[in-house]
RNA sequence: GCUGCUAUCGUCUAGUGGUUAGGACAUCAGGUUUUCAUCCUGGCAACCGGGGUUCGAUUCCCCGUAGCAGUACCA
């Protein structure tokens, strides 16, 4: 049989990076298996419709390189099917009209809650007679469908991940299945379109765990085959809770936005909640495809950890910087992004090449370049080296001017520079804390930034001798 | 409240009826270096608690505890 999978968002908005690993896990999981991989908009609810979000995300779908073979199909377009299925239900008295208001449901859940009672629908419009339920419907007062539960039946299911899941339909609620609106709910639309659909496993947050017997249920009231459940655990905040906005990006579009890699956030999401059972940590999406396994999914929630995503992100630019011949594609992908940062330069690669070491995500080159553009105030004491002295470094930096000014402009690159200026220390007897450091103060104006022979090179001659005789000004 | 799920370093995790409980991130210290970063070396750091079962339990069972999720005409 063949595996059919799906991802299916709400556009909402953003695609959430628990959402981005759960697509991720159905596109591992197909691909392995050589299945089909469905993308559907669960859009379903109007209030929440925000407008181009699907189109927002089927972009963001596929930058992270995770392919659907069809889709995105749209549930908002197949209302007469959920219809259809929602009035077979009614007549087989599996379901049933509610006509009760949003009012009455509101103090009913009130007052159970008030009581200590399970909030659940009391049923009142179960018991509704034909002509009753015949004349409202005439009277066009709005009404809902609801699933009708049996009493004290225990729903067995096998959760892939998680094993063994019992619940008593008692702790359920007869589920609304067709709101007012003629739209269905979330547990009509997803059962109807994932048998519709042939969908063979059903991997999705596990946040739907609980309401899983309810999709059982309905799945047996239309005599369907019951999917493969697998159920994720949560991705978590920093203090546990289900991840949320409230405490920073959970957008995976803004991650992508700083500059990290989408190979890299897959990396990293990749490995909340899975494990290869290997101590590899850099993992290809191949390599994924080829290890995983939903057995090797964890059960418990995983808090999703910037640092970590940091040195996937650093370790995946400094590869790919260092082997930028094996990783064109993803070397361009960086200079692009660079030149959109930094519109207002043409040494973008020379930038990547000094830089890569210190990144964590693209959008730091903006910070971490900026003195080169514009050298920042600095007090003339940072010029001296903590083991040296004003005079020292006076000699140093007017020993630099004068064979910095002897290299012609062809022969300004690092190796030579560096050359140039070792030879210099050597035959002057001088002490590299006497001309390099005040060097690099002198071109970046900062306590910490890349090498001397680094800064000469980006800033090129006339920058960087301008940028010396304005710290020998300066200690004068 | 009710129902369900979960529980190994701060974080992501590996692992076992007998292990010095392993790795990675973070952190700390040292090395390299003109600073920073990279890189290298090393350190700190965990089996939620209580009962069983067992010669022996972090591992199996039970009970607690804690956390999380669900409890919508949202998904």
Known sequence: MTIKTRFAPSPTGYLHIGGLRTALYNYLFTKKNKGKFILRIEDTDRTRYVKDADKQLVNTIKTFGLNFDKGPIYQSKRLKIYKKYADLLVKEKKAYYCFCTKERLDDL???QEKNKQVPKYDRRCLNLSDEEIAKKLKEKVPYVIRMKLPDNEIITFNDLVYGEVKINTNDLDD??????DGFPTYHLAVVVDDHDMDITHVIR???WLPSTPNHILLYKMFNWSVPNFAHLPLLLNQDRSKL??????????DFIKKGYLPQALINYVAFLGWNPKTEKEIYSMSELINDFEIPKINKAGAVFDINKLNWINATYIRNIVENKKIHQKDYKYILNFIKNILPNTNRAEDI???FSPRLNSIIEL??????????????????IFKKSNIDLTKNGLNVAIQILNQIEDKNWDQENLNSV????LKEKNLAPGDVFWPIRVALSGLEKSPSPTEIL????KTESLKRINTAIEKLK
């Open 352 to 354: 990547l090449q000094i």
């Open 457 to 460: 090179y980006l800033l090129r």
């Open 109 to 111: 859940r009130e007052s």
């Open 421 to 424: 200026l070792n030879n210099a």
């Open 205 to 207: 947050g596990e946040e």
């Open 244 to 253: 949320s906005k409230r405490q920073g990006d959970v957008a995976a579009e």
């Open 175 to 180: 589920q609304v299945l067709i709101k007012s």
């Open 366 to 383: 903006k910070e971490l370049s900026k003195f080169i553009f514009e050298l920042p105030n600095y007090d003339k004491n940072l010029l």
